[in-house]
């Protein structure tokens, strides 16, 4: 069986391929995993962390909060992008809005970990880390293979408490050190990074053979060109010339292009001449 929810332009990285279905997507994930399909349950994931936060309808003044504090709107649950649709807003400003819920600010790195897990236990982490710099939340840049091991005592007890019996890949996401969405798929734009050994040793830990955590992986930088850029041959040859993989997303809200660079200065240069932007810290 293939690998499911992959779009058409990443098939490649997707070899070899499981004997079972393997979900890429969020909207696959959430199908094949009925056990352990609660993770995606954002208000949930906040709740079992400790944060002050509940459905929008309840108002956090109610909890605490005072009315100009700052706090994040988003939806319980969002296959379609996690990260769609989540804003900052005053306590006092939260709408009843169906389906959706508030929490408390988080401040601090945002850092998504993918990890490799055999019945309930990390086994493997690879980190990645978001510019500082965001549009819509979201960061402009990742640096993939970063070095965050505080944060891997708290993932791997979270895995242990709610994945108990799974196997196969998951993806945390910290802001600060706590989460803000958990999925049952890997980061697949990060995939590029994580070296030869990684997709079999996920296939063989999904189809139940015998499993050999990969190496450290070799790392990079994935870039957004967020906004409308209209892309030129002379783009794409000038990417070619620097070493850099320049692909148009047609796929995600408000994103043009995502550069692909093992070196961060030619990935920027680049994004300086896409965008007319200076590069973000």
Same mark, same amino acid.
């Given at each position: 069986?293939?690998?499911?929810?992959?779009?058409?332009?990443?098939?490649?990285?997707?070899?070899?391929?499981?004997?079972?279905?393997?979900?890429?997507?969020?909207?696959?994930?959430?199908?094949?995993?009925?056990?352990?399909?609660?993770?995606?349950?954002?208000?949930?994931?906040?709740?079992?962390?400790?944060?002050?936060?509940?459905?929008?309808?309840?108002?956090?003044?109610?909890?605490?909060?005072?009315?100009?504090?700052?706090?994040?709107?988003?939806?319980?649950? #969002? $296959? *379609? %992008?996690?990260?769609?649709?989540?804003?900052?807003?005053?306590? +006092?400003?939260? =709408?009843? /809005?169906?389906?959706?819920?508030?929490?408390?600010?988080?401040?601090?790195?945002?850092?998504?970990?993918?990890?490799?897990?055999?019945?309930?236990?990390?086994?493997?982490?690879?980190?990645?880390?978001?510019?500082?710099?965001?549009?819509?939340?979201?960061?402009?840049?990742?640096?993939?293979?970063?070095?965050?091991?505080?944060?891997?005592?708290?993932?791997?007890?979270?895995?242990?408490? #709610? $994945? *108990? %019996?799974?196997?196969?890949?998951?993806?945390?996401?910290?802001? +600060?050190?706590? =989460?803000? /969405?958990?999925?049952?798929?890997?980061?697949?734009?990060?995939?590029?990074?994580?070296?030869?050994?990684?997709?079999?040793?996920?296939?063989?830990?999904?189809?139940?053979?015998?499993?050999?955590?990969?190496?450290?992986?070799?790392?990079?930088?994935?870039?957004?060109?967020?906004?409308?850029?209209?892309?030129?041959?002379?783009?794409?040859?000038?990417?070619?010339?620097?070493?850099?993989?320049?692909? *148009?997303?047609?796929?995600?809200?408000?994103?043009?292009?995502?550069?692909?660079?093992?070196?961060?200065?030619?990935?920027?240069?680049?994004?300086?001449?896409?965008?007319?932007?200076?590069?973000?810290?």
């Amino acid at each position: 069986m293939p690998f499911v929810g992959v779009l058409p332009e990443r098939r490649h990285i997707f070899r070899p391929e499981p004997r079972r279905e393997v979900a890429v997507s969020d909207a696959a994930a959430w199908r094949l995993n009925p056990g352990h399909r609660y993770v995606y349950d954002k208000l949930r994931l906040a709740l079992d962390a400790g944060l002050t936060a509940a459905p929008c309808g309840v108002a956090p003044t109610d909890l605490g909060l005072d009315a100009a504090d700052t706090v994040f709107v988003k939806p319980v649950i #969002n $296959l *379609a %992008g996690m990260g769609l649709d989540a804003r900052a807003l005053p306590a +006092g400003e939260v =709408p009843a /809005e169906p389906g959706s819920f508030w929490c408390q600010r988080l401040e601090g790195a945002h850092t998504s970990t993918d990890c490799l897990v055999e019945n309930g236990e990390v086994r493997w982490f690879a980190h990645t880390r978001g510019s500082d710099e965001k549009d819509a939340a979201r960061p402009i840049y990742w640096e993939v293979g970063a070095a965050v091991p505080e944060v891997e005592p708290w993932i791997a007890d979270w895995v242990r408490r #709610n $994945l *108990a %019996g799974y196997s196969g890949i998951c993806n945390i996401e910290l802001i +600060g050190g706590r =989460p803000i /969405e958990a999925h049952l798929r890997g980061s697949n734009g990060f995939f590029d990074f994580y070296g030869p050994a990684f997709i079999p040793a996920w296939v063989a830990l999904a189809d139940g053979e015998s499993f050999t955590p990969p190496p450290p992986i070799p790392g990079g930088y994935i870039i957004s060109v967020f906004g409308k850029v209209e892309l030129t041959d002379a783009d794409f040859r000038a990417a070619e010339e620097a070493g850099v993989d320049l692909k *148009a997303d047609p796929s995600t809200p408000g994103r043009s292009a995502i550069l692909r660079t093992a070196d961060r200065d030619a990935g920027f240069a680049l994004y300086r001449r896409l965008t007319g932007r200076p590069a973000p810290e």
